[in-house]
């Protein structure tokens, strides 16, 4: 005997709502519910109902949960940021899982804005800041002081794996959530930041390599100190981006202690440098290639010809790279990459603390709950392990 159809009572306006938020067109959600366009656009101007089924497959479509269809009204529209740091020619249009991992992000804040409530603490302030009329070398000391990292270290450093993680947890530390997107092209996004306090937020590509990553997490950082969440226009936002790009550099690799490098020392503007000598610059820095001949070009040391050509040749070398298939991680540590220790720490903490349950502390590090002992254990005997997941 036929099962019998079970409707879903909902208001259509959720069914639109959800779908424009993420990205799809009529026909796109269609196609991937595997019904006619038309049975579609009746259920959402309200002419004809979803099945139950039909609406939990919609539900994981627009990766939305199923009682957020069940709300009486839509809820406002969600600002768009507009300082994603892409590749250059990147399409401007955001895809469905970009968009995702901005809503994951939001949602991911919010969570921490209520767990410190719950447990009674405040969040961490983070009240530096800058303007473009700063001086950007200015700025990037400033950076440098407030991570507390030194040259020393970062010369350290036994390779990009372990500077990025370093990087990242001395962000996280002066109240800045830096978290790891999954599955957007770089050519689409290589990072943006929310810049609302407290906790600002921080997204990188985990397909970008570690050295990416970190000059992603300073320009975004950047971002976050100019408190630029709303861009005027395009030629401001175009100052914006080379001015965080300045500063990402220089608090990378500072200038005067590049020109104190033995193998820079003294020898003035060059039309060729070494590409031994680039790679072993950028090897002690754990910076790109393009980091260091950018630095050269700022401090006089290299001409503009010499910048341009180098550049190009990297990045046809980029376009050529077919990365390998990687390693797999465990769970426990793709749920810590991707959401990032001080996040990690704190929903244990919240746990723990009985303010929330197991289930919630799941959901909200989205790992399986039988992998929760191993996440405790890793957080508590801190590893470096980054990978692509």
């Not at 921080?202 to 320009?219: E, S």
């Amino acid at each position: 005997m036929a099962q019998p159809r079970i409707n879903a009572i909902i208001n259509p306006e959720l069914l639109v709502w959800a779908r424009e938020e993420a990205g799809l067109s009529l026909q796109e959600a269609a196609d991937r519910l595997h019904v006619k366009v038309e049975q579609l656009s009746a259920c959402e101007q309200g002419v004809k109902q979803l099945t139950i089924n039909q609406l939990r497959t919609l539900s994981g479509i627009y990766k939305r949960p199923l009682a957020f269809f069940y709300l009486p009204q839509p809820p406002s529209k969600s600002a768009a940021l507009r300082d994603f740091r892409r590749l250059p020619d990147a399409e401007r249009n955001a895809t469905p899982a970009l968009r995702h991992e901005i809503r994951r992000a939001r949602y991911r804040r919010q969570i921490a804005l209520r767990l410190y409530d719950e447990i009674g603490e405040n969040p961490p302030q983070f009240t530096n800041t800058t303007n473009l009329e700063a001086n950007h070398e200015d700025a990037a000391q400033e950076i440098r002081e407030l991570l507390g990292i030194t040259y020393e270290q970062q010369c350290q450093f036994s390779s990009e794996y372990e500077a990025y993680p370093r990087w990242r947890e001395a962000i996280e530390a002066r109240g800045v959530l830096v978290f790891q997107s999954a599955g957007i092209k770089l050519s689409e996004m290589r990072g943006f930041s929310i810049s609302d306090t407290p906790l600002p937020v921080i997204v990188v590509n985990n397909k970008d390599i570690p050295r990416g990553r970190v000059f992603t997490m300073l320009h975004e950082l950047t971002h976050v100190m100019l408190r630029s969440g709303g861009l005027c226009n395009l030629s401001e936002q175009q100052d914006m981006e080379v001015f965080c790009n300045m500063v990402a550099g220089a608090a990378l690799v500072p200038q005067e202690r590049l020109l104190d490098e033995r193998e820079v020392r003294g020898r003035g503007q060059q039309a060729e440098w070494p590409d031994a000598v680039i790679r072993m610059l950028a090897n002690r820095y754990k910076a790109s290639r393009e980091v260091i001949i950018r630095r050269l070009l700022i401090a006089g040391y290299a001409t503009p010809a010499f910048y341009e050509r180098k550049r190009a040749e990297y990045q046809r070398e980029a376009d050529a790279y077919t990365p390998s298939g990687g390693f797999s991680q465990p769970p426990h540590i793709k749920a810590i990459n991707s959401a990032g220790r001080m996040f990690v720490e704190l929903v244990l903490n919240s746990y723990h603390q009985e303010k929330i349950t197991s289930s919630d502390a799941s959901d909200y590090l989205e790992v399986r709950m039988k992998y929760m002992g191993n996440l405790e254990k890793a957080v508590q005997h801190p590893t470096l392990e980054v990978g692509a997941a």
